[in-house]
């Protein structure tokens, strides 16, 4: 049986990761996704992060590009973000 590798395939730490995060729009959902993902990774600043409405302007797309140092830093991440009401999806 192979082993599981807890890495993505060609995913070597430490890396620049995007992370996203879905949700309605609002004015106030880009500053949560960066409070958030500065908790587990506070080099994070304005200029990694970008966002992008849907075309119909119900939803937004929040990315947040940081430096990853590990699977459970990423994991961790993810899981503040699903917690969160605001945040519908991710990516």
Same mark, same amino acid.
């Given at each position: 049986?192979?082993?599981?590798?807890?890495? *993505?395939?060609?995913?070597?730490? *430490?890396?620049?990761? *995007?992370?996203? &995060?879905?949700?309605?729009?609002?004015?106030?959902?880009? #500053?949560? %996704? @960066?409070?958030?993902?500065? +908790?587990? /990774?506070? /080099?994070?600043? /304005?200029? #990694? @992060?970008?966002? !992008?409405?849907?075309?119909?302007?119900?939803? @937004?797309? %929040?990315?947040?590009?940081?430096?990853?140092?590990? +699977?459970?830093?990423?994991?961790?991440?993810?899981?503040?973000?699903? &917690?969160?009401? !605001? @945040?519908?999806?991710?990516?």
């Amino acid at each position: 049986m192979a082993e599981l590798n807890d890495s *993505p395939p060609g995913l070597t730490f *430490p890396c620049e990761f *995007p992370i996203k &995060a879905m949700g309605r729009s609002d004015a106030a959902l880009p #500053s949560i %996704v @960066v409070e958030i993902v500065q +908790r587990h /990774a506070p /080099a994070l600043t /304005a200029e #990694s @992060v970008t966002t !992008s409405e849907s075309s119909g302007g119900r939803y @937004v797309s %929040v990315t947040a590009t940081i430096t990853a140092d590990s +699977r459970e830093q990423l994991d961790a991440i993810y899981a503040d973000l699903k &917690a969160h009401e !605001s @945040v519908l999806a991710t990516l």
